[in-house]
Nanobody, 125 residues
């Protein structure tokens, strides 16, 4: 069983930066694909970024060039550096972990078996 705990959310002005972190416990962290997803009220949870066990990364088009995902297998953490934030980035951000996820399927949220509780990111205009 894997437990995921996100941190680093908050309120920031448009154009600012935030760094989200996700600490994992249980399981073999280095073997998991790790993803970040976000959700706003009334909308489906959407893919933001993911990184697999070998370091391959994928990003949603809406965040490409602004967000960077990274992982530290020694510390069992995955981070999401968010720069040039926009009001439309406002959402609850969730960390997710999954096993046996091919690179081209890392955007598929149903393949992730473990989820954190979420952290709120609010970007003011």
């Amino acid at each position: 069983q894997v437990q995921l705990v996100e941190s680093g959310g908050g309120l920031v002005q448009a154009g600012g930066s935030l760094r989200l972190s996700c600490a994992a416990s249980g399981g073999t962290f280095s073997s998991y694909a790790m993803g970040w997803f976000r959700q706003t009220p009334g909308k489906e949870r959407e893919f933001v970024a993911a990184i697999n066990w070998s370091g391959n990364k994928q990003y949603a088009d809406s965040v490409k060039g602004r967000f960077t995902i990274s992982r530290d297998n020694a510390k069992n953490t995955v981070s999401l550096q968010m720069n040039s934030l926009k009001p439309e980035d406002t959402a609850v951000y969730y960390c997710a972990a999954g096993t046996h996820i091919n690179d081209y399927l890392m955007r598929v949220k149903s393949l992730y078996g473990y989820w954190g509780q979420g952290t709120q990111v609010t970007v003011s205009s």
